[in-house]
C-alpha cells in the first residue's frame, strides 16, 4: 500500500484524487488543510488540520508528520518552493516528493527573472514588460506600452493566482461602467494614485494587456515523450482542447531549455492571432482534471507511478474537443 499525502491544496484537488483512486486501488490518501471543510477531505483515508505556521518551521512540521503517518509520497502545493528545497531531508526518511528540485524551479516563480532565463529561445514569443518599484517608474512603462500597444496590465512579480492583476482601463467611468465587469479594471489615475501611496513597492510588471484567448498547458516529461493538453479558456465553464503547432513547439522548446520533470503548467495569451508566453507554473494546475477528461488521458496517475519508479504507457488523440463542468453540491 503506497501512501500520499496532499497538504494545503486547491479544492479541485477532489478531483486529482479521485483520478488516482481510479487506477490504483491500493493507494491510500492522507489530506491535510487548514480548513476542516476542505471538500477534498471527502476523498481522504485520513484527515487532519495543519498549522499555519513559517515557511522553514513547515518544512519541519512536513518532515515530523511524514515521519508518523508513514508517508511514501508527498504532493505539496502549501510552501512547495521551500519542500523542494529540502527534497534531500525527505528523500533520507524514504519519502518521494512529488516536486522538481530547487535550483531549477526557483527562478521560475520569479515571473521577471523566467522572462530573463527564457529570453534566449528562440520560438518562444514573450511580449514586452517593464519591472518598477515605484509610481514614477509605472508611469514610465506605461506610456512605452501603451504606445505599441494600446493596451496595458500589470500586477506583482510574487503574485499565486493572480490576485494583484489589473488591467488599465480609462472607460470605467460613468453609465457605461455599468455593463462591465470591474474586479480587475483600474483607471490610470486609479492605478496611480494606490502606487503613490507608498514611497516603493514589492516588484510589479507592467505589460501589455493580450485580449485574445488564454491557453492552458497541462504537462509532463515521460518515457513516451513530453505529454502537452492545450486547453483553450474562455467566459464560460466551456474549454476547449486543441492541438496547435505553435503551442506545441513552445512548450517543447521550453522543457528543452528547462527539463521539468514533475508536472507543470504554461500558460499563453492570445495578441492579434499570435500566443505570447505568460508564465510556467511548477506544479499541477487547478483544472488538470479539465484538460485530463478532454482527452482521456490521466495525468496525475502517470505523475505518481513516474516518481515510483514506473513508465505507464498513454495514448494522446490530438482531436479538437469541449471539456466542462458541473457544481456537485457535497455534504459534510
Given at each position: 500500500?503506497?501512501?500520499?499525502?496532499?497538504?494545503?491544496?486547491?479544492?479541485?484537488?477532489?478531483?486529482?484524487?479521485?483520478?488516482?483512486?481510479?487506477?490504483?486501488?491500493?493507494?491510500?490518501?492522507?489530506?491535510?488543510?487548514?480548513?476542516?471543510?476542505?471538500?477534498?477531505?471527502?476523498?481522504?483515508?485520513?484527515?487532519?488540520?495543519?498549522?499555519?505556521l513559517?515557511?522553514?518551521d513547515?518544512?519541519?512540521?512536513?518532515?515530523?508528520?511524514?515521519?508518523?503517518?508513514?508517508?511514501?509520497?508527498?504532493?505539496?502545493?502549501?510552501?512547495?518552493?521551500?519542500?523542494?528545497?529540502?527534497?534531500a531531508?525527505?528523500?533520507?526518511?524514504?519519502?518521494?516528493?512529488?516536486?522538481?528540485?530547487?535550483?531549477?524551479?526557483?527562478?521560475?516563480n520569479?515571473?521577471?527573472?523566467?522572462?530573463?532565463?527564457?529570453?534566449?529561445?528562440?520560438?518562444l514569443?514573450?511580449?514586452?514588460?517593464?519591472?518598477?518599484?515605484?509610481?514614477?517608474?509605472?508611469?514610465?512603462?506605461?506610456?512605452?506600452?501603451?504606445?505599441?500597444?494600446?493596451?496595458?496590465c500589470?500586477?506583482?512579480?510574487q503574485?499565486?493566482?493572480?490576485?494583484?492583476?489589473?488591467?488599465?482601463?480609462?472607460?470605467?467611468?460613468?453609465?457605461?461602467?455599468?455593463?462591465?465587469?470591474?474586479?480587475?479594471?483600474?483607471?490610470?489615475?486609479?492605478?496611480?494614485?494606490?502606487?503613490?501611496?507608498?514611497?516603493?513597492?514589492?516588484?510589479?510588471?507592467?505589460?501589455?494587456?493580450?485580449?485574445?484567448?488564454?491557453?492552458?498547458?497541462?504537462?509532463?516529461?515521460?518515457?513516451?515523450?513530453?505529454?502537452?493538453?492545450?486547453?483553450?479558456?474562455?467566459?464560460?465553464?466551456?474549454?476547449?482542447?486543441?492541438?496547435?503547432?505553435?503551442?506545441?513547439?513552445?512548450?517543447?522548446?521550453?522543457?528543452?531549455?528547462?527539463?521539468?520533470?514533475?508536472?507543470?503548467?504554461?500558460?499563453?495569451?492570445?495578441?492579434?492571432?499570435?500566443?505570447?508566453?505568460?508564465?510556467?507554473?511548477?506544479?499541477?494546475?487547478?483544472?488538470?482534471?479539465?484538460?485530463c477528461?478532454?482527452v482521456?488521458?490521466?495525468?496525475?496517475?502517470?505523475?505518481?507511478?513516474?516518481?515510483?519508479?514506473?513508465?505507464?504507457?498513454?495514448?494522446?488523440?490530438?482531436?479538437?474537443?469541449?471539456?466542462?463542468?458541473?457544481?456537485?453540491?457535497?455534504?459534510?
Amino acid at each position: 500500500m503506497t501512501r500520499i499525502w496532499f497538504n494545503h491544496w486547491f479544492s479541485t484537488v477532489f478531483n486529482v484524487i479521485r483520478m488516482l483512486k481510479q487506477e490504483n486501488p491500493d493507494f491510500y490518501f492522507i489530506g491535510t488543510n487548514e480548513r476542516d471543510q476542505a471538500a477534498y477531505r471527502l476523498e481522504c483515508d485520513e484527515w487532519y488540520i495543519e498549522p499555519v505556521l513559517s515557511r522553514e518551521d513547515y518544512v519541519k512540521f512536513c518532515l515530523e508528520f511524514c515521519r508518523a503517518h508513514q508517508v511514501d509520497v508527498f504532493i505539496p502545493r502549501r510552501h512547495f518552493m521551500t519542500i523542494s528545497k529540502h527534497k534531500a531531508d525527505f528523500a533520507e526518511i524514504g519519502v518521494k516528493v512529488l516536486v522538481d528540485d530547487f535550483d531549477l524551479i526557483e527562478p521560475l516563480n520569479h515571473k521577471a527573472a523566467a522572462y530573463s532565463l527564457l529570453s534566449g529561445i528562440p520560438e518562444l514569443l514573450i511580449p514586452d514588460y517593464y519591472t518598477v518599484t515605484n509610481a514614477a517608474a509605472f508611469q514610465e512603462a506605461y506610456a512605452k506600452i501603451e504606445a505599441k500597444y494600446g493596451r496595458v496590465c500589470f500586477k506583482f512579480e510574487q503574485d499565486e493566482g493572480g490576485k494583484s492583476f489589473r488591467q488599465i482601463d480609462d472607460t470605467r467611468k460613468g453609465f457605461a461602467a455599468l455593463s462591465k465587469r470591474m474586479t480587475t479594471r483600474m483607471t490610470l489615475d486609479e492605478a496611480i494614485a494606490a502606487l503613490s501611496e507608498v514611497e516603493s513597492f514589492p516588484s510589479m510588471m507592467v505589460m501589455p494587456y493580450l485580449p485574445g484567448e488564454e491557453v492552458s498547458v497541462d504537462c509532463l516529461d515521460t518515457a513516451s515523450g513530453l505529454l502537452m493538453i492545450p486547453r483553450f479558456k474562455g467566459a464560460t465553464r466551456t474549454e476547449r482542447i486543441a492541438f496547435p503547432n505553435d503551442i506545441l513547439q513552445m512548450c517543447e522548446a521550453f522543457h528543452k531549455a528547462v527539463p521539468l520533470q514533475a508536472p507543470f503548467n504554461i500558460q499563453f495569451k492570445y495578441l492579434d492571432g499570435t500566443p505570447y508566453f505568460l508564465e510556467v507554473n511548477t506544479r499541477m494546475s487547478g483544472g488538470i482534471q479539465m484538460s485530463c477528461a478532454g482527452v482521456n488521458v490521466n495525468l496525475p496517475d502517470l505523475a505518481v507511478n513516474k516518481l515510483l519508479g514506473i513508465d505507464k504507457e498513454w495514448n494522446l488523440e490530438k482531436k479538437e474537443r469541449y471539456v466542462t463542468h458541473v457544481e456537485i453540491p457535497v455534504v459534510f
